[in-house]
């Protein structure tokens, strides 16, 4: 949806270089997934990620250098932070429907951060993009909040913080709220619009257009 309506656009970046991100991309989720969700050892998930992606990692002479620093900035964030994740809510596929609208998405994770029910969203880009804010705005659109009782007794929210947990090749991370250097609740409510609107026009060019 976001690179049809124009979100994102990756047409200037050569291929070979734009597929080799991608791979790493893939891996580094791959371990995290295994360390966090089936607490797999660091050696043996990134062993694992790279066995599976063997072909990527020969054509790309990706090594483990090239992996290393952004798990260890994962580590780093898990370490230093409160987050504690949902059950069940690393990597967690799912169909979403907003207002009768089904959409497709991947929770990186979610959960408590700071007091409040958080959705996180992994990058180990080069720079932040703008289509960030849209993108992890459908996250927490189409994401119900599950029950506190275990969690936080007595308390109830009424909506998904939002956050970009922004992995660095120096092992080091930075949070942007929203998909922001800054938190601002007015300009995410926007995204909120945004992000519904996006959805909008993907379902009525089908409707009206077809599938094609």
């Not at 997934?33 to 990620?49: P, S």
């Not at 007794?153 to 922004?166: A, L, T």
């Not at 090749?169 to 609740?185: A, C, I, K, M, T």
Request: charged fraction near 30%.
């Amino acid at each position: 949806m976001l690179t049809q309506y124009g979100f994102t656009d990756y047409g200037d970046v050569p291929w070979r270089k734009l597929d080799r991100k991608q791979a790493i991309g893939s891996i580094v989720h791959e371990i995290t997934f295994a360390m966090d969700e089936d607490e797999i050892a660091f050696d043996l998930a990134l062993g694992g990620a790279m066995d599976r992606h063997a072909d990527k990692v020969n054509f790309h002479a990706i090594t483990d250098a090239d992996i290393v620093p952004y798990v260890r900035a994962h580590c780093k964030f898990m370490d230093e932070s409160d987050f504690r994740t949902f059950p069940g809510y690393v990597e967690k596929r799912m169909i979403a429907e907003v207002h009768g609208m089904r959409y497709g998405m991947t929770l990186d994770r979610a959960g408590m951060l700071a007091g409040r029910p958080t959705i996180l969203d992994y990058k180990s880009c080069y720079a932040i993009e703008k289509s960030w804010p849209v993108q992890i705005a459908l996250y927490a659109l189409g994401t119900p909040i599950p029950t506190f009782n275990n969690v936080a007794p007595g308390r109830k929210f009424w909506k998904w913080e939002r956050v970009i947990v922004w992995l660095k090749p120096d092992e080091n991370y930075q949070l942007l709220p929203g998909g922001r250097r800054v938190s601002d609740p007015t300009i995410e409510k926007r995204d909120d619009e945004v992000a519904l609107a996006l959805l909008r026009l993907v379902h009525w060019k089908r409707e009206n257009f077809g599938r094609d």
